[in-house]
C-alpha cells in the first residue's frame, strides 16, 4: 500500500528559511536604492580624478612657459635689450602656441611693468583643450646707474665710487669702497662688505634705517657685446676737433671719420683723441685695444651725446673741456633710490651731496631736472680703470645714463663726477650676457588662453 506524503510545510513551522528570504528581499531593496548612488559616486570621483589630472597638467605647462621665457631671455642679450626697451617680442607676446612638450599647448608673453621690471606671463593647455592655468612672474631688473665689474681678486680690491650717484642703483662684483658721498643714497647691491658703514655684513638689507644694502653673493655682472659697439662704431661718423688743444697727436680712425679708434691704427702706447662737439644718439665711439697688451687714452671731448663710448684694454681715460646743459628726466622709480629716509627726497641738501640737487619739486610736477656740467649724455664702459673720469672740480662734471666698469679709481676729488641714471639710455645697452634678474612674486592669476 502506497504511503501518503506528508503535506507541505509552512514557514512558520521553519522560522530560519523565512528570515533568510526576508534579509535577501531587503538587501536586494538596498543595492536597488544604493547602486545608483554608488554609480554616480564613482563616476564623479573618476571625473574629479580626470580634473585634477588635467589641471595639474596644465599648470605644469605654465610653469614651463614661464621658465623657458625666463631662459631665453637670460640666453639672448638682443631678446633682452629688446624686451627691456618695450619692443613686442615675436613668438613671445601671446602671439604663439608651443607644443614641444607633448602633453598640450602653452604660451609666453614678456613685458615691462609701470616700475621697469620684467614680466613673464606663462599660460599652459592640457591637451583636451578643456582646463588652463596662467602664471606670472615679475622679476627685478639688476641694472643701475653703475655697474662695477671688476673681478674679485684674493677677495680684495675695493671700488671708489663716482662723487654722487643718483636716480639708480649701484651693483657691484666686490665690496664698495667707502665713499662718504654715497652715504644714505642710492640703494647697492654687491658681493662683498661696505667698510666704515657695514664691516660685519650682517642682517642686510638696510638694518640701519639710513642706508639701503644688499649683499648678493650669486651675483653675476654682465658682459657687453663689444663685438655689437665695435661694429656700429665703424659705421658711426665722428667729427674732427676745430683745432689741437693738447700737445699730442689725435688718435687715427679706421675707417677714417668712423667712431672707431683701434690701437692698431695708432703708433705708440698712449692714444690721444680730440673731439667736437657730438650730438648723435645713434653715434658710438669706440677705443679698442686690438693688439693686446693694453693702451692708455688721454681723450679730451666736447660735449658729448652718444649711443655709447667703450674703452677696450685701456687703464687711463680722462675727460675735460666743453660741457653742456641737459634737461633730464627723473626716471619714476627714482623715489625707490631714498626709500631708506623718506625725508632725504625733499631735503633741499640730501646728505652726500654737498649742496645738491632737490627733486621734490621737479619729480611732483613734472620729472624734469636741468642738469649744468655735463660732458656725456650716454652709456660709458671700461673693461680697465675709469681714472680722473670727467675730472674737473668737486662736484663737477655729470654723466647723464650709466656706467659699466671695472672700477673707478683716483681719489674722490680726482673722480669729481656724478651719474645720473637714465633707464631709456640703459635699455638700449646691447648685453652678450645680459644682467641678472631677482624674482620678486610668481603667481597664478585668472586670464583666458
Known sequence: MARRSSPPRSPATHPEKGMALGI???LLLVLLILYPLILRRGTENAKSTVKEVQSAKAQALAEAAVNRGLWELQSSGVMFSSAVAGIPLTKFNDDFEFHDLGEGSYKIK????????????GKGLEKSGQTSKALQSTHQIMM??????????????????PWGVHWGPIFSNVAIGNNTFLESFPRKYCRGRIPDRDPSMENPPNTDNVE???????????TVDLDYYRDKAKNSTVLAPPSLQWNVVPAIANPPGSGYFPKSANAGTSVALQLASILSPTSVIFFDDDTGGGLNSFANFGFIEAEALLFNGFSDIYFSNNIGTVVAT???????????DPTVWTNANPPGTGGGPSFDSAFTLNRQYTLNNVGLVGFLYS???????????????KIVGGVITSRFGGTIAQTGVSVFYSPEIMAKVRYKKPPPLRLMSRRNI????
Do not use: F, Q
Not at 148 to 160: F, Q
Not at 330 to 340: D, K
Not at 446 to 449: F, I, L, T, W
Open 24 to 26: 535577501v528581499v531587503v
Open 110 to 121: 614678456i613685458s615691462t611693468d609701470p616700475g621697469g621690471n620684467i614680466v613673464i606671463l
Open 144 to 161: 643701475g646707474a653703475v655697474w662695477s665689474i671688476r673681478p674679485v681678486i684674493n677677495g680684495i680690491g675695493y671700488p671708489l665710487m
Open 212 to 222: 639701503w644694502w644688499d649683499y648678493l653673493t650669486s651675483l653675476e655682472p654682465p
Open 330 to 340: 627723473i626716471p619714476v622709480t627714482a623715489p625707490l633710490e631714498y626709500r631708506a
Open 383 to 397: 673693461d680697465g680703470n675709469v681714472w680722473d673720469v670727467l675730472s674737473g672740480p668737486v662736484g663737477g662734471k
Open 446 to 449: 585668472s586670464v583666458p588662453y
